[in-house]
């Protein structure tokens, strides 16, 4: 929480302020108080076990002293072993206890001195009363005696050396007191000014608190008065503290605020009641025509649901056509795979016929060629007449010249008669040559006939390979003519399955949309007969309203003539 | 390490300083920090110089300075002793300590020599982080007073103790009377004797320090018939009794403690007497022979039991020293760690510490005089 001076103008700030400083003097002076006491504390603890301890050992050496004294006497009277004893021990006692004294932290100087002092007397005591027994064993009486009371001699400075210590030990005891009370005493005047700090902080605040809540107070119960009693001119501008502006300039702006506000009512009563006025009438219309409207509404549903049987029967008709187009599809699909295999056997087909009608090709030329080698083999067999026809000449020559020969032979007698053999001989060989020319133009005219023959066959299966060539282009032909309807007959089937399958779909969405559709006619209905209720209910509505403009004249009239009666 | 201003102090005190010093003790205490680097190191020793046994120890002392100051790593470690005369009074040996402790030059304290200085300086020591080596303070009471206190001389109670079984079984005496100086040194050494003693003690009684008339003590005596007296004191008044003793023709064996080892310069009345001294000229240890020839040639003595500790405690600190160098600290923890296997050899024999700065397996040499000298007794422990 930040704090500044400014805040000091406030009566929360004075209050925190003052506050905060008690509080702050509050703390201080327990811890204070607190940390005197623990001081205090362990200072009264270690300075009583201190004084304790020491003040015990000061009384056994005391003690101790005197025992030894008193026996260190006694034996001198009575020579008795248990004296005797005594004195020794005690005498160690002392010098034991004087140096434990020794060895304590916190001894003065003085303090040292005498418990040295103390040391160096018990010496000498002992040693003196030492020697006195020994002279009073030895029975020399006098001696014992004279030395004893030099014995008796260091007693009185050694007991006022142990009164001396006793002194110091006491006065430390007080020292310690004094430092002890002295510290109390400061620190409890320092608490109390604190809390008398505290305490004058706190009537400082209480009174400056209840003046700067009183005055303000009463003026602004003055206002408020005012403004109960009507008067909302009331206004306080006195000077007063932060909190009390505050409210006052609050009050202030009420007393502004509710004039303003109460000018405005006493315009708006009047506009109120002229608006009454006309919507009490308004009202009634409103009545009518809701009523009106409630009767068309009736009928809107009622159509509505006629609606919705309709639309409930077309939808079974298109589940009808989509089971149909269904169907068309399937059987589509099945004639466009037929058209598909017709395609294509046809295709394999007009592959095969093309390769025949190449064969045929071939047949052709060579039937053209054997009819033309045929021509060429009757013309050599006319050659092979006419040159045999020329041969069985030479013969037939020949023949007469061989009989010339032999008739002349015959005349030459004998010595024609060789020759006559050689005639004979080449008549023999006419003859022959002539038969060999007979039967080469048998042969030959044979020949000729048959080549004959086969060139008119070869001239009929040429005729036929072309008839063949020609049945061949009419089938290609008619396969061309099959594959290309295959195909269209495929693509059209392909188009009736499409348009099947839109059908289905156009169907099934026409289903959907009739679906909501359908409920959407109904929603339709509810909502006609929702509309209906609420405007029978608008109508009543309109009736209460009607009522209650009625009473609102009534009330703004009241309330014009309430605003005419308050001071502005 | 850090110099810090410290308020410089005379080196001699007087008794009137000392009273003044004693009221403004805690005043000295303020304002000083250790040894500044460059500043010259000191040993403190304190004793009381001007008593026969305080002047023997300081020629002990002084002999190892001579000789330290002669060694060629001195320069290493130059040193330069503050000598304090604290008159064996416990009230003046605590200001010395105080003024030691205050010194930031004073790296370790050298004695005090008697048992009542220690113990009186043994708490500002103790305060002051100071070391300090007593020579021949031999009280029990010394015995772990403070870890930075050690001693280079048994305690009486070992030293009584040894010195009872001697007397039972080596002399064989079992009636004994007691005569012991009034002081913690004499009342240390004869409670440990009689509580050992195997036999009669007779009597025991206190005499002054320093007295002279022994005429009823001896006569006393005579009636008694001890075997054997006991005397735990000094030869202050050690000569005094034995002139006495001798007059009246006792018999009785004279049994002494080491305050009693200066009583042999009185050759006929001490023919005899038997001592038990923390040190004797006679060993035939090498290093023993070579300390008395030294001594006798500086200072035309025999050296004793005083002279051999004040040289042992002075050489065992300048060995510190050198070891770890000027720092009180480091000097206390360096005589701590000494044990069986790092004692350093002295003449008074091998020495290190046990935790109570008491030193261990030391103990007193038996010696009788016989003419003028400490004999060592044969088969004596």
């Known amino acids: 929480m930040k704090f500044s001076l400014r805040d000091l103008g406030t009566i929360r700030g004075r209050l925190w302020g003052g506050f905060g400083v008690l509080v702050l003097l509050l703390v201080i002076a327990g811890a204070v108080s607190r940390s005197s006491m623990v001081t205090l504390a362990n200072t009264m603890s270690s300075t009583l076990t201190s004084v304790q301890d020491e003040s015990r050992l000061a009384s056994q050496l005391s003690g101790a002293v005197a025992q030894t004294i008193e026996a260190g006497a006694q034996y001198l009277e009575g020579r008795d072993t248990a004296s005797e004893r005594v004195f020794r021990e005690q005498g160690w006692t002392a010098h034991s206890i004087q140096r434990q004294m020794n060895d304590r932290s916190g001894q003065t100087a003085e303090e040292i001195g005498v418990l040295a002092a103390i040391d160096t007397k018990l010496s000498d005591l002992e040693v003196k009363y030492a020697l006195a027994h020994r002279l009073a064993d030895l029975g020399r009486g006098a001696d014992a005696h004279a030395q004893a009371a030099k014995a008796r001699a260091v007693v009185d400075p050694l007991l006022s050396n142990i009164n001396r210590l006793a002194q110091l030990k006491s006065q430390k005891v007080t020292a310690a007191s004094a430092e002890l009370a002295s510290e109390t005493k400061h620190r409890a005047t320092l608490m109390l000014g604190l809390i008398g700090l505290a305490l004058i902080i706190g009537v400082g605040v209480v009174v400056l608190t209840v003046g700067s809540v009183g005055r303000p107070l009463d003026a602004l119960v003055t206002q408020a008065e005012r403004l109960s009693r009507g008067d909302l001119t009331a206004r306080t501008t006195a000077a007063m503290p932060g909190e009390f502006r505050i409210l006052a300039d609050a009050m202030n702006r009420t007393g502004d605020s509710l004039s303003r506000i109460v000018s405005a009512a006493a315009r708006t009563a009047e506009n109120v009641s002229s608006s009454a006025h006309q919507l009490s009438s308004v009202s009634e219309e409103i009545a009518v025509s809701a009523s009106h409207m409630a009767n068309a509404m009736s009928e809107v549903s009622h159509g509505a649901e006629t609606q919705v049987l309709q639309i409930r029967n077309v939808d079974e008709t298109l589940t009808r056509v989509r089971n149909t187009s269904s169907e068309v599809k399937a059987r589509a699909d099945e004639v466009q795979s037929l058209a598909a295999e017709i395609e294509h056997s046809a295709s394999d087909k007009r592959i095969e016929i093309e390769h025949a009608l190449g064969i045929l090709a071939d047949v052709k030329t060579s039937v053209e060629q054997a009819a033309s080698e045929v021509a060429a083999l009757t013309s050599a067999a006319a050659d092979i007449t006419r040159f045999v026809q020329a041969v069985s000449q030479i013969a037939e020559q020949t023949n007469l010249l061989a009989l010339n020969a032999a008739i002349e032979a015959a005349r030459a007698g004998d010595a024609g008669r060789g020759f006559a053999v050689v005639a004979d001989e080449v008549r023999k060989l006419a003859e022959q040559s002539q038969k060999a020319a007979q039967d080469v133009v048998q042969m030959t005219g044979l020949v000729t006939m048959r080549v004959t023959t086969s060139a008119r066959a070869m001239e009929s299966g040429a005729s036929r390979v072309v008839e063949i060539e020609r049945l061949s282009r009419d089938i290609d032909e008619a396969l061309r003519v099959i594959t290309a309807a295959a195909s269209r007959t495929k693509a059209a089937a392909s188009g009736v399955s499409a348009a099947a399958e839109t059908t289905v779909g156009a169907a099934t969405s026409a289903a959907g949309s009739l679906d909501t559709i359908s409920k959407t006619a109904e929603n339709h209905a509810a909502a006609a007969q929702e509309v209906n209720a609420s405007t029978q209910e608008q109508s009543a509505a309109c009736e209460e309203m009607t009522s209650a403009s009625n009473v609102l004249l009534n009330e703004s009239n009241q309330l014009r003539e309430l605003v005419g009666g308050l001071k502005t | ?381």
């Open chain 2, 1 to 381: 390490m850090a110099t810090t201003p410290c308020r410089i102090l005379p080196s001699v005190v007087s008794p009137s300083l000392v009273r003044k010093l004693l009221s403004v003790g805690a005043l000295i205490l303020i304002g000083c920090g250790g040894p500044g680097s460059g500043t010259v190191v000191r040993f403190g020793a304190a004793g009381p110089w001007n008593e026969a046994y305080g002047a023997m120890n300081r020629r002990g002392m002084e002999l190892a300075f001579d000789q330290i100051k002669g060694r060629p790593d001195y320069a290493n470690h130059p040193i330069e002793i503050d000598w304090q005369n604290d008159e064996a009074d416990g009230q003046k040996a605590a200001t010395i300590a105080r003024l030691f402790v205050t010194d930031p030059t004073v790296v370790a304290v050298i004695g005090h020599v008697n048992s009542g200085t220690e113990v009186a300086a043994a708490k500002v020591y103790d305060a002051g982080h100071l070391v300090s080596v007593a020579t021949t303070a031999t009280s029990p009471a010394l015995t772990g007073i403070s870890p930075w206190v050690f001693r280079v001389i048994s305690s009486d109670s070992m030293n009584g103790l040894q010195m009872a079984h001697f007397a039972g079984t080596q002399l064989g005496k079992h009636r004994a009377a007691v005569l012991y100086e009034n002081n913690a040194y004499g009342r240390g050494l004869a409670d440990a004797f009689r509580r050992n003693f195997n036999g009669t003690i007779l009597s025991f009684d206190p005499i002054a320090e320093g007295a002279q008339n022994f005429e009823p003590y001896v006569s006393y005596l005579k009636a008694e018939n001890p075997d054997l007296v006991f005397v735990a004191g000094t030869d202050a008044s050690g000569i005094a009794f034995v002139k006495e003793f001798r007059r009246q023709q006792l018999t009785a064996t004279l049994l002494g403690g080491d305050g009693w080892t200066g009583l042999s310069v009185d050759t006929a009345a001490a023919e005899g007497i038997y001592v038990g001294a923390p040190f004797s000229a006679e060993a035939p240890d090498p290093g023993v022979q070579k300390f008395v020839q030294e001594f006798r040639a500086k200072y035309g003595l025999t050296p004793d039991g005083n002279a051999a500790l004040g040289y042992d405690a002075t050489n065992l600190l300048y060995y510190a020293l050198t070891k770890v160098g000027p720092d009180r600290t480091k000097i206390r923890d360096f005589l701590a760690g000494l044990d069986e296997s790092s004692a350093w050899k002295g003449v008074t024999g091998n020495i290190h510490f046990g935790a109570s700065g008491d030193p261990i397996g030391k103990s007193v040499v038996m010696t009788v005089i016989h003419k003028g000298a400490l004999k060592v007794v044969e088969g004596a422990q």
